[in-house]
Nanobody
Framework: QMQFAESGGGLVQLGGTLRLSCAAS????????VGWFRQAPGKGREGVAC????????NYAESVKGRFIISRDNAKNTVYLQLNTLKPEDTAVYYC??????????????????????WGQGTRVTVSS
């Protein structure tokens, strides 16, 4: 059974950094592209970034481009999201999920949650001003 466990969230000040981890179990992560999503209070789920199975191709939402970096270590069955220059509007619960669709070549596909499966419980990020 495909499962993800997100971790690394917390409370950080404006301009701070965090590194989120997404640990996969029950399947070989190297066969899947992975996406990070977030959901702010009272809002819908928003796609943030995605990475292809090899880690060579990535894509980002405009709202985080240049600030967030997605990476992966297939040997550890883990995908990471480095959050830099955090803003209050980055406050949300962050989730990861997997897909076998080629999503990194299109920003619209990258952030389309319907293409993904295996959602975890999420990790909360709070940015204070």
């Amino acid at each position: 059974q495909m499962q993800f466990a997100e971790s690394g969230g917390g409370l950080v000040q404006l301009g701070g950094t965090l590194r989120l981890s997404c640990a996969a179990s029950g399947f070989a992560l190297e066969d899947y592209a992975v996406g990070w999503f977030r959901q702010a209070p009272g809002k819908g789920r928003e796609g943030v970034a995605c990475i292809d199975p090899t880690g060579e191709s990535t894509n980002y939402a405009e709202s985080v481009k240049g600030r967030f970096i997605i990476s992966r270590d297939n040997a550890k069955n883990t995908v990471y999201l480095q959050l830099n220059t955090l803003k209050p509007e980055d406050t949300a619960v962050y989730y990861c999920a997997a897909t076998q669709v080629i999503v990194t070549t299109s920003q619209s596909a990258c952030v389309q949650s319907l293409l993904y499966t295996g959602w975890g419980q999420g990790t909360r990020v709070t940015v204070s001003s």
